[in-house]
T-cell receptor, first 112, second 114 residues
Framework: GQNIDQPTEMTATEGAIVQINCTYQ??????LFWYQQHAGEAPTFLSY????GLEEKGRFSSFLSRSKGYSYLLLKELQMKDSASYLC?????????????FGSGTQLTVLP | EPEVTQTPSHQVTQMGQEVILRCVPI?????FYWYRQILGQKVEFLVS????????KSEIFDDQFSVERPDGSNFTLKIRSTKLEDSAMYFC????????????FGSGTRLTVV
């Protein structure tokens, strides 16, 4: 089976930096994704890591350590519009099957 | 930017009725998926579809559910006899094989079973 853990809620101040952690256990690991989801909307792709290390994309960075089953999403220069749920998701490949399994999400609230 | 299109955006149906949710994936994508999200809960995998057949399905995807790619562009999810607990947001997604660009989700269909 798969197990993905991330904090339920986080709060940060506008302009600050926040790090959202995710730990996972899975077989057939083939990538870790971060998505942003505003209430009532679809998940929006933020980043993807398949190899160890840091991927930077503007204000967002994501890190992966496969040996530790650990990833984090770093958000810099927080803006009010960054208030959303951040979903960690693990892709597993088995033959022609590709399954993306989501964690429960971290609800981030950005305060003025 | 290419997008995944879902229709309808909202559907209300009576318990026991059949519903068909429709999706148009991104044209050059090869893998298609259905996910659902019950209000306040996490996004749950239902089924993945590749090369005109189901490649994987979850425990949720029981005999009441079926998927079809009736033509070169549409991808549908049918629920044969809806139950109250089927009320959720249903998301269609598609991806390239490498997944480098991520899975692109449609805006969802909110299904309410009454």
């Amino acid at each position: 089976g798969q197990n993905i853990d991330q904090p339920t809620e986080m709060t940060a101040t506008e302009g600050a930096i926040v790090q959202i952690n995710c730990t996972y256990q899975t077989s057939g690991f083939n990538g870790l994704f971060w998505y942003q989801q505003h209430a009532g909307e679809a998940p929006t792709f933020l980043s993807y890591n398949v190899l160890d290390g840091l991927e930077e994309k503007g204000r967002f960075s994501s890190f992966l350590s496969r040996s530790k089953g650990y990833s984090y999403l770093l958000l810099k220069e927080l803006q009010m519009k960054d208030s959303a749920s951040y979903l960690c998701a693990v892709r597993r490949i088995s033959g022609s099957a590709r399954q993306l399994t989501f964690g429960s999400g971290t609800q981030l609230t950005v305060l003025p | 930017e290419p997008e995944v299109t879902q229709t309808p955006s909202h559907q209300v149906t009576q318990m026991g009725q059949e519903v068909i949710l429709r999706c148009v994936p991104i044209s050059n994508h090869l893998y298609f998926y259905w996910y659902r999200q019950i209000l306040g809960q996490k996004v749950e995998f239902l089924v993945s579809f590749y090369n005109n057949e189901i490649s994987e399905k979850s425990e949720i995807f029981d005999d009441q559910f079926s998927v079809e790619r009736p033509d070169g562009s549409n991808f549908t999810l049918k629920i044969r006899s809806t139950k109250l607990e089927d009320s959720a947001m249903y998301f269609c997604a598609s991806s390239e094989p490498t997944g480098v660009g991520g899975y692109t989700f449609g805006s969802g269909t909110r299904l309410t079973v009454v």
